[in-house]
Each structure stands twice: as structure tokens, then as C-alpha cells.
């Protein structure tokens, strides 16, 4: 179903939110299922087209899965003689090459079709591969897949910096490759984010042997075997701090529980310094604000640095401040197609190379507006939620894949957010009423690409 969100602008947010379990500690952590026997059971992994893909590429692998009516995910590898990621599966979601290390090391083989660009960058796998060839593998590219191949393979020192510095996805899918490996893998330059030391605290609760997870050098002891457990995936710090930023930016008061200090330290300090009060619990951050922002210089940064994930959305809070600010994108140069789409409720944002530069505006005034990836999403929700009078939001499918039914979190926090379907798409639709679900999602692409500016 084609869909878009009308925010009324102008209400502050207040109250409570509990953020859900994070995207993307939860996919990697589905992935390493593969290198399990027995049963998984895992606690608070969202219900997100990503996962809902994820899960559909373990199915074709041989894992069972259910989801339990209290929500938990029970997964058991039954089959082990599948080991392809196919482009249709892949095309969706990036993250499926994390079936690459898993597959290599429990089947001594994988086929996965080669993620694309996206519209945050070019994204490579580079440093995946390197970290597969050292581990022993040969790795052939055929028609667009990366084929590898090991009869088992073998501990080692490998560096994984790169350009860009560390990669989330590459340490991962070395670490569950290694994890299984004859001897002792050490990872240099390994990325620290919250979201690997989750994924090593899963496979040590398999009985991996990994130290050091969450600082640059990680140590993989391989083990023989690993046995499926029970499991409780990490809190997501992305809508946590999406949320707090929503709270800052609208002169609300929220208390975002689940979000938690350590995780987003970068987060916490660019808000003060724009002028918002923070309360920081065990569990919770409450986030303040009186509407009225100073210019901050933000840098996205590998953690423990703001995350790019949260620069669209520091974004709009900036291009409210009393003067300029520059944000820098250190991860994802080109991750600024937000800009566009702010400008046209009002922003003065200037992109120069991998730098937003901000002046800072009175206000935001509500427009129709397209979002073009996830992150970009929930920062046009949130210049919506600032901006005078009606923002429309169109192609809403980006932001399912990373926030569960956002606008209800927020419509728990009295913002006037609704999501609508888009005509045009029901009269559309109604000519091919058989269609199937996944059918009528792809219609849905079609449209909003087609009435894309
Ligand atoms: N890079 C390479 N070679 C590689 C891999 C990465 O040069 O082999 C570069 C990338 O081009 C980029 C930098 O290294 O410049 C970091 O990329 P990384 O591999 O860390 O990103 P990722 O693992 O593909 C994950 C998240 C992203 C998040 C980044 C950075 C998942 C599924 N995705 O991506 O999340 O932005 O880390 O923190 O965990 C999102 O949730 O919206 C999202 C895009």
C-alpha cells in the first residue's frame, strides 16, 4: 500500500517513549543463527521490513523461524544445504551480505549477489572480502555475485581499515566468519559500535570465544561448535536519538526509555550545546528544551563520534539555531539529499562537498516533500513536526524499514502525525484487485519513483 504521512507542525512533544530493540544489532545477530545448532530464541528484535527480509533470506537457507505471541523470534537452522543470498532478496537490503561470512564458515560456501550503491553512497565490500581471503577463502566474482570458498578456515591478524576508516558490517561478518575458524583471529581496526559488541555477546552466549568486542582490537578464538541460546537484542540508540532530537527540536519534554547515556555520549553533547537540557537515568534520557538553539559544529564520525545516522536529523535542529553551523560527514560523503527536501520547507542549508553548511532560520514552513532513504525519512517527520502548518511526507516505505510505526510513537507524545494512503495509488490498485502482496509493494516503488521530482 502506497502511503504518506501529513504532520501538522507546531505541537511540542511530551511525555514518554520506549524505544524498540535496534535494526541493526538485530541483523546481524539473525544472520549468525546460521552458524548455530539448536534453537535461538531472541528477545525485542523489531518488527521491520529489513528483519521481515532477513528472515525470509533464512528461510530459504533452511532456518524455521516463528515469531511467539509474546514477540519473541524462535529460530532453528533444520537444513544446511542452501548457501546463495540472490540478487531479488539482496536487491532490498544491503545487510543480506552478512549471510556471507556465516555461509562460508558453517557450509565452506557462499554465493551472494554484490550489494549495489544506494542513496546514501557508493558502499563497498572491500574490506569484507580481504577479511574472507585472510581468513583462507577463495573468492571469485561471477555475474554480479561474490562465490567463496573454504574447506575450513583459519585464524589471523587481519587489518580492517579502510578509506573510510572501520566498517560496521565488515568487523561482523569477520567475526561470525571467525568464530568458527581453526585458531585465533585477531581484528585490527575494528569498528566499536554498540551494535558489535551486541552481536559478540550473542555468539559468546553460543559459546564463541570473542574478546575485546567494542574497542578496535578484537580477539576471536574459534570453537568447534556454537549452540543456539536465548538472547535479548540491544535497545535501538538511532530511534532513541532520533526521538530525543524530536523532543529538543519541538520545546517539548520527553523521557526516551531504553536509550542509554553510553550509547549516545556524541548525541547528548551536541544537544547541550545547542542549548537543551538533558537528565540522564540508567535507562532512560529526558530531553528538554525552551525552542531557542545555538549554532553547534557537528562531525559524523565512526563510534564513539555522532553517528551518521543521526546527521539529517541534527540537521533540522541546526537550521533552526541562532547563527551557522557545519555539519561534516566523515562516513557517507554524499549522505545529503535531505538538504534539498529541507530547503523546500524553508532551511538555508548549503551543501559543499562532504559539508552542510547552516544558516540558521526563524522557522520551517510545511510543503510536500519526498523522502529517499531511511534517515532522511525521520528527519523530514521531524522538520514536519517543527515546521508551520502541513508537511506531506511521500514515500514512506524507506522509514518501515528502520522505525516500527513511528508515527504512533509520536502521536503517544501529542505530535498530529498521520499516515494516509495515496490516492492515486488506491484507484491504481483497484484495476489489479488479485494482487499480490508483494505486487502491490512493488507498484507502490513504482509510483513513488515514477512521481518522484
Ligand atoms: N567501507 C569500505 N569498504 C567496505 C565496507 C565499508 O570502504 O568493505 C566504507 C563505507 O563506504 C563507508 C564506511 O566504510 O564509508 C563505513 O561503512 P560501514 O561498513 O561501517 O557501513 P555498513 O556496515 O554498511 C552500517 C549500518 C548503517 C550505518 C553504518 C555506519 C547496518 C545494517 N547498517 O552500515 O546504517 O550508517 O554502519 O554506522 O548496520 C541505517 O541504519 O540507516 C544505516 C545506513
Redesign the pocket.
Known sequence: MLEKFCVHGGTPLSGTVRVHGS??AA??ILYSVLLTRGRTVLENVPPLR?VTSTLELLSTLGVKWERRPDGALELEVLREDGFEAPYDLVRKM??S??ALGPLLAKRGRARVSRPGGCN???????????GMLALGAEIRNEGGYVCAEAPHLTGRRIYLG???????????NVMMAAALARGTTVIEHA?C?P?IADLARYLNACGAGIRGAGTPVVAIEGVSELRGCKYRVMPDR?EAGTFMIGAALTAGEVRVEGARFEHLAALIDALESAGACLQIEDDAVQVSSDGDFRPVDVTAL??PGF???LQSQITVLLSLANGISVVTEK???DRFIHVAELNRLGANVRKEGSLAIIHGVKRLSGAPVMAS???ASACLILAGLVANGMTEINRVYHID??YHRIEESLKGLGAQIERVPVEADSALLSLVPDASPELRERLGEYLQIAAAP
Open positions: 535494526k541493526n541483523l546481524p529489513d544491503r545487510a551480505i552478512y546514501i553512497g557508493v558502499r563497498p565490500i572491500d574490506l569484507h572480502l580481504k579502510g578509506a573510510s576508516g572501520s566498517t560496521v558490517s565488515g568487523t561482523a569498528a559500535e551494535e538511532i565512526p563510534y553517528p551518521t545516522d562516513i557517507y560523503p532513504d531511511l534517515r524499514r528502520g
